[in-house]
């Protein structure tokens, strides 16, 4: 579903229906009802379970990528209901301070894993699973961490005493908004609206949450007045209105910048992890080798988060060093060949004069063309044709040349070795060892003199200090034509190079 359609039906009636529960607990206040007692309690938990039903019901229509973050949002209100009625049951069969009012204080720190995940946790495709465990197991240890303050200021405990009550109400307010500012800041640094709207709908939720459970707790201490029913019930139905309601036109064209984005997702692990170490340090008062432990721990697995990533980095880089490498050396690579291709001719011709130009030097270049090719494909078939060009190739690019010398082939049927540092006299001889060669593969052609495959060659040479590569294919490729004029399966050299010799082998 697009976030930012307009919303009808199920969404709209799940909103009259939070607000009608939000009324009666209005009205249970306003007649004076104990919000401990168990008629505003059933109004809270029904609001949760229309709030669950709300949430599941934006995790079905979320793609595929983005809805499972929604059942971490359910998960969190999920932990709140179990809280609300494990303290209900309390409530109905009279037993508070006992067991079941132990578990409902578990369940509202527990309630926190999910936030926490959701906060710090990239949910980038393709990041490590392991960071994800690690991203687990730090609000695992806040839980653990946080039910150990609350259990160690339960009367009878260490630290029941009402100044540690007031610290244990500290850190919880403290964990309360900083989820709250760090949702807010997800849905800054967030690209996908998709994702932004779920961090927008986790910053409401969280953020009322925050400001209900600092009243809450603080007034909890002298005896709830009626309202406070009232009061924890609004992050709840902020929640629903802001699923059923389109999203807020500013979201939708907010657009935050690439770096922005990559300091949020980076920076939300870094806060986790300096939470667990301050939450750690304050239970150490209280428990000196588990406070010591998270601490420990928390630091270990910030490191081991840091080395997984970079780790992860440097194959990425290496992937991307290789891709880059091959996609270089497909650039200049003739498809079918497999050798260099025309695009690297000039390129060689003008590095080969660069060096060859102050030591006087010479270059030669050998155009060569394969002989009656159309009539060949013409009998052979085109497939063939490819065959036997792939075949000659290879013998080119497999003969012995002279040092940095380059095989192209220049297009079709045609192709050219750039022979550094190599007079004309020399590249002639390299020529006829060409044209034996080709013959000597062997490849029937009926229309050939032979019986075989042959190709002519021109053959053209520059001084490098005086190299013009464009003038250079032109003479060798004038030279090749008259090596076709006068029969084939030859040799014919440029009379402007540097030295003529006849070099005709047919
Ligand atoms: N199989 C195949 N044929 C090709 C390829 N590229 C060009 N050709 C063919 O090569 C032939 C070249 O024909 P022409 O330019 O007339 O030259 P030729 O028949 O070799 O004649 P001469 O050069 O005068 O000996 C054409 O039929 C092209 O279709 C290719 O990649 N594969």
Redesign the pocket.
């Known amino acids: 579903m697009d976030p930012t359609s307009s919303v009808s039906g199920d969404p709209v009636r799940l909103t009259w229906c939070v607000l009608a529960l939000l009324l009666t607990q209005l009205a249970l206040a306003c007649l004076g009802v104990d919000a401990q007692a168990a008629s505003p309690r059933w109004v809270f938990m029904a609001i949760q379970v229309v709030t669950l039903f709300a949430v599941f019901r934006r995790y079905r229509q979320e793609p595929a990528p983005i809805a499972p973050i929604w059942l971490l949002l359910a998960a969190a209100v999920g932990m709140q209901w179990i809280w609300a009625a494990t303290n209900m049951l309390a409530t109905l069969i009279h037993s508070e301070g006992s067991f079941l009012t132990n578990l409902a204080v578990v369940f509202s720190g527990l309630y926190m894993i999910p936030c926490m995940f959701l906060i710090a946790r990239s949910f980038d495709r393709g990041e490590p699973a392991a960071v994800a465990l690690v991203d687990l197991a730090l609000p695992l240890i806040v839980a653990a961490l946080l039910c150990t303050l609350i259990f160690s200021a339960m009367p009878g405990g260490p630290a029941a005493t009402p100044g540690s009550i007031m610290l244990i109400i500290d850190h919880a307010d403290a964990i309360d908004f900083s989820l709250a500012v760090m949702a807010g800041l997800r849905m800054l640094g967030t690209r996908s609206l998709h994702k932004r709207f779920f961090y927008y709908a986790a910053t409401v939720f969280l953020g009322i949450n925050a400001i209900a459970a600092t009243i809450y707790n603080r007034v909890e201490l002298h005896g709830l007045p009626p309202w406070t029913g009232v009061m924890i019930g609004l992050a709840y139905v902020a929640l629903v209105i802001v699923l059923a309601r389109p999203v807020p036109p500013l979201l939708r064209s907010y657009r935050p910048a690439r770096r922005m984005v990559q300091t949020v997702t980076s920076f939300a692990p870094v806060v986790l992890s300096l939470g667990v170490l301050l939450l750690a340090v304050s239970v150490s008062r209280f428990n000196y080798p588990l406070g010591m432990a998270a601490a420990g721990t928390s630091v270990v697995l910030y490191a081991l988060r840091v080395a997984i990533i970079q780790s992860r980095h440097q194959d990425l880089q290496r992937a991307a060093q290789l891709s880059n490498q091959r996609l270089q050396q497909q650039v200049g690579r003739d498809p079918?060949t497999g050798i260099a291709n025309r695009a690297m001719l000039i390129p060689r011709l003008q590095a080969v004069y660069a060096q060859g130009a102050p030591y006087g030097s010479t270059c030669s270049l050998l155009m060569i063309?394969?002989?009656?090719?159309?009539?060949f494909?013409d009998n052979q078939g085109?497939l063939a044709?490819?065959v036997c060009?792939t075949r000659v190739a290879h013998v080119l690019a497999n003969h012995p040349l002279p040092p940095d010398s380059l095989v192209v082939r220049f297009g079709?049927?045609e192709f050219a070795i750039v022979l550094p540092h190599t007079p004309p006299e020399a590249a002639h001889l390299v020529a006829e060892r060409l044209l034996d060669a080709v013959e000597r593969l062997r490849i029937p052609h009926t229309h050939s003199e032979t019986g075989w495959l042959t190709v002519s060659i021109g053959a053209a040479a520059q001084h490098c200090a005086e190299g013009d590569p464009t003038s250079l294919i032109e003479a060798a490729d004038r030279a090749l034509y008259r090596a076709?004029s006068a029969g084939?399966n030859r040799c014919e050299a440029d009379p402007t190079a540097p030295s003529t010799p006849a070099c005709d082998v047919s």
Do not use: A, T, W
């Open positions: 079918l063309d394969v002989d009656h090719f159309k009539l494909n085109h044709g490819d060009l079709g049927e076709k084939r």
